[in-house]
Every structure is written in structure tokens, then in C-alpha cells.
T-cell receptor
Framework: DSGVTQTPKHLITATGQRVTLRCSPRSGDLSVYWYQQSLDQGLQFLIQYYNGEERAKGNILERFSAQQFPDLHSELNLSSLELGDSALYFC???????????????FGPGTRLTVL | DQQVKQNSPSLSVQEGRISILNCDYTNSMFDYFLWYKKYPAEGPTFLISISSIKDKNEDGRFTVFLNKSAKHLSLHIVPSQPGDSAVYFCAATRVWGNQFYFGTGTSLTVIP
């Protein structure tokens, strides 16, 4: 158990809909990262927050947004869903922020999103 | 553009033998590399890392080798055990960079 929790575990929805994925980081970790893993793909970095502020952006679509709340949990919002958005979405957390040195990222179990 | 590549989707090894998982990268600015292991229905877990100032790092049965001139790293598991059966991801970053780049993973099966 990494200490990172993600809800829900599974989500099935229809095209055009909007969903919210939730992540709670390990106790003491200030950074939260979101990754997308599509079929036969590696983990694609989406976005990072550190102590409530956006710190780094990867290949995140404009239809996707995220935020980190004062209690440090984070939500990833996916809107106008398309079939190609079906994937595993992982959240990870670490103590440090990217750009200030290396730090181990601890991953949650993921949310499997299926768009029909 | 896949900056980190794992060209072998799967690997099978007999228990007790050596497992060698390979990873190639294209960005010469990467200076920190990691291996993660992932079991089904779980998130990836950190296994071992190496800085570009080293060419080898060992942790028990796991050794990572880095060949900077070839932009290649490998993970050696000796001896392999059935519990090592998992998907292994390599990742690369710059120490002062802004994201980790992951490969597509290699599924290792250790046969008892």
C-alpha cells in the first residue's frame, strides 16, 4: 500500500460526459501528479501540483483540468469525453516538487475510465 | 514522440536465472533514471534509480546499468523469482526538469 488513494476504482460513462477523478496523497507529501496510461502506452504525464499551485504541465488536453485543494487532495476533471479518453489514470505523490531535485513518486492504484 | 522506449513488450525467464530488461532513451539531457514495477490492479512502485554520474547501481538482487554513450539502461534481476513477475517501467528525467518520461513497459514472467 503506497498510501496514495484514488477514487473511484472504475468509472464507466458515455461520450460527451464529464467526470471527476479524486486523489489523496500520502501523508506529508505536497506534490500530486496525474498520469494517463492508454492501451499499450507508457504513462503519459498530464500535470503536477505542489502545495495547491500548478507546477508543471505535460500532454494534458484542454478538455482536462485539475486542481489541488488546501487539504492537498487533488481532482482531475475530464469533460466532453471521447472514446479515446478511455484509459487508466494514475495519481502519484511526493514530498518535493519537480524542478527542485529528484524525489520518489508514490503511485495510487489508478482509476480505470471507460468511455462508451 | 516517445523519448523513452522499451522495445520488448514481454520477457519470460526461468526461476533462478538472470532477467535483463532493456530501455533506450533519446534525450541526452536526461540525467536521472528510474525503474518501477507494477503488479495488476496496483500502481507502479519504485524499484531502483541511477544518476548519470554513475554507470551502475545495485540494490540486493536488482542492478541497473547505464550506458550514456549508447543512451541505454538495463535492469538485471539475479536470481529471478516468481514474485518478480510484473510489468517493469523505466523512466527518465532531468534533475532540474519538469516531468518524468516513462517507457511502455516490459511484462516479465518468471517461470517456476
Amino acid at each position: 500500500d503506497s498510501g496514495v488513494t484514488q477514487t473511484p476504482k472504475h468509472l464507466i460513462t458515455a461520450t460527451g460526459q464529464r467526470v471527476t477523478l479524486r486523489c489523496s496523497p500520502r501523508s506529508g507529501d505536497l506534490s500530486v501528479y496525474w498520469y494517463q496510461q492508454s492501451l499499450d502506452q507508457g504513462l503519459q504525464f498530464l500535470i503536477q501540483y505542489y502545495n495547491g499551485e500548478e507546477r508543471a504541465k505535460g500532454n494534458i488536453l484542454e478538455r482536462f483540468s485539475a486542481q489541488q485543494f488546501p487539504d492537498l487532495h487533488s481532482e482531475l476533471n475530464l469533460s466532453s469525453l471521447e472514446l479515446g479518453d478511455s484509459a487508466l489514470y494514475f495519481c502519484a505523490s511526493s514530498v518535493l516538487s519537480l524542478g527542485v531535485g529528484t524525489d520518489t513518486q508514490y503511485f495510487g492504484p489508478g482509476t480505470r475510465l471507460t468511455v462508451l | 514522440d516517445q523519448q523513452v522506449k522499451q522495445n520488448s513488450p514481454s520477457l519470460s525467464v526461468q526461476e533462478g536465472r538472470i532477467s535483463i530488461l532493456n530501455c533506450d532513451y533519446t534525450n541526452s539531457m536526461f540525467d536521472y533514471f528510474l525503474w518501477y514495477k507494477k503488479y495488476p490492479a496496483e500502481g507502479p512502485t519504485f524499484l531502483i534509480s541511477i544518476s548519470s554520474i554513475k554507470d551502475k547501481n545495485e540494490d540486493g538482487r536488482f542492478t541497473v546499468f547505464l550506458n550514456k554513450s549508447a543512451k541505454h539502461l538495463s535492469l538485471h534481476i539475479v536470481p529471478s523469482q516468481p514474485g518478480d513477475s510484473a510489468v517493469y517501467f523505466c523512466a527518465a528525467t532531468r534533475v532540474w526538469g519538469n516531468q518524468f518520461y516513462f517507457g511502455t513497459g516490459t511484462s516479465l514472467t518468471v517461470i517456476p
